[in-house]
């Protein structure tokens, strides 16, 4: 009784795991790639989006400041004189 070969042979040969294992590293690569693509681009959109921010907060802190400068007394004045008459009694 003669058995065949391949029937009796279990597991995968040698050039099977070779392929295997190529296209496994090949997709790892692409992978690892556009992983890396990934993380670059997020990173350079939060650094434009930070510039915008700043630049967008120094507008409103300047227009706020002609605001203040215009309509409010700055901190270092002292208060018109009449005032400390009314509050100052003798």
Known sequence: ?????KKLKNGF???????????FALISTIGLTALGFMIKTQYLHQIE????FIQEFNMYSQK????NQKCC?????FPPPYINRITLKP
């Open 1 to 5: 009784m003669m058995t065949n070969y």
């Open 13 to 23: 040969s040698m050039a099977e795991l070779l392929v295997a294992l190529s296209i």
């Open 49 to 52: 989006l930070e510039k915008k």
């Open 64 to 67: 706020n400041d002609d605001f």
């Open 73 to 77: 007394n700055p901190p270092n004045q």
